[in-house]
């Protein structure tokens, strides 16, 4: 797991140890020693502590004026157990929120098991970005069909095509908040 690094191309477009709006900012990873870890397995330092046991996040690219933030997973997404949801919401995507984001595209490639629990903190965003959207990324079938239990679709949009941006790393960070968004608005109709 260590081995394991969110992606980093979009460093010369964002960084959110640099930018003083977010959640993260003045965040410098030790990388003489690795500090996190998840269920005993050590896990690279890149990766930002959200206050979750078993869920990690990178802020990846945040564009204020069109209201776009981009969030890398990883981890075991436990709600059930950790309430993770909850650290997601109140120490970063609240933070976001209050700074005008309204677009959130969350990449879910490693994210590697979902327990769900209560919907309260997925209703309480969806009904704060008003009119913008939640999109989950590449999320694996089974995880995504896990979400679905849990009806995390009546919040969020994930699977069909969001599910075949394999090649998103390619894109500048713009590219791809254009081509979730045009897919986000062919589902609503918009």
């Not at 650290?87 to 700074?99: A, F, Y």
């Not at 595209?105 to 919907?119: K, P, R, V």
């Not at 949009?157 to 394999?166: I, R, V």
Request: one cysteine or more; glycine letters at 8%.
């Amino acid at each position: 797991m260590h081995e394991l690094e969110p992606f980093y191309r979009w460093d010369a477009y964002y960084s959110a140890a640099r930018d003083e709006r977010s959640p993260f900012s003045g965040t410098e990873p030790n990388y003489q020693q690795y500090d996190n870890t998840i269920y005993g397995y050590y896990i690279h330092p890149d990766w930002d502590f959200i206050g979750s046991e078993t869920l990690y996040c990178k802020l990846l690219f945040v564009d204020y004026d069109s209201g776009y933030g981009v969030l890398e997973m990883m981890g075991e997404w436990n709600d059930t157990l950790h309430n993770d949801i909850m650290h997601l919401k109140r120490n970063v995507i609240d933070l976001m929120v209050g700074e005008g984001i309204r677009h959130f595209i969350l990449i879910g490639e490693h994210i590697f098991n979902f327990h769900g629990g209560d919907d309260d903190y997925y209703a309480e965003w969806f009904e704060e970005v008003e009119d913008g959207w939640i999109a989950f990324v590449n999320l694996r079938d089974f995880v995504a069909d896990e979400m679905s239990r849990f009806k995390i679709d009546y919040y969020a949009s994930y699977g069909g095509t969001l599910n075949e941006l394999d090649e998103w790393r390619t894109l500048t960070p713009w590219n791809f908040c254009k081509q979730v968004d045009t897919l986000i608005k062919r589902r609503i109709g918009a």
